[in-house]
């Protein structure tokens, strides 16, 4: 490689990680705790809600059970809030530790889970 190359690469190199770091630094600590994969049950089988990014404004990219649909939900005060279900009602995520604890309210009644960090799924 030639002299003017490395430094050509070394610099882009440069910009490329630090603004990946700056943009990772820049979501707020209680919203980048929720990314990732959770699975929790309602009482009437499993659901899978999978955080697959989080940006600066605490708006997060998600799908909930399936199929997986994906769709932006802004996370407010530490709580992930957006309807859910087939009878419009609504689920609210909040982290406590290792686990979601998630709240449904909606007209058929209301329920409590449980979610825990899942394995990455496809």
Not at 38 to 66: E, F, H, I, P, T
Not at 84 to 108: K, N, Q, S
């Amino acid at each position: 490689m030639k002299p003017v190359t490395s430094v050509f690469v070394a610099i882009f190199l440069g910009i490329l990680f630090s603004s990946i770091a700056v943009s990772q630094e820049a979501v707020p600590a209680e919203c980048s705790g929720l990314k990732g994969n959770w699975v929790g049950d309602w009482g009437n089988g499993r659901r899978l809600l999978s955080l697959v990014s989080v940006d600066a404004n605490c708006v997060a990219k998600l799908s909930y059970g399936l199929p997986k649909v994906y769709k932006d939900v802004e996370i407010k005060n530490g709580t992930l809030s957006f309807a859910c279900g087939t009878t419009g009602g609504t689920c609210h995520f909040t982290a406590h530790g290792d686990e979601l604890w998630g709240r449904y309210g909606g007209p058929d009644g209301v329920n409590q889970a449980v979610f825990k960090r899942a394995a990455a799924t496809q």
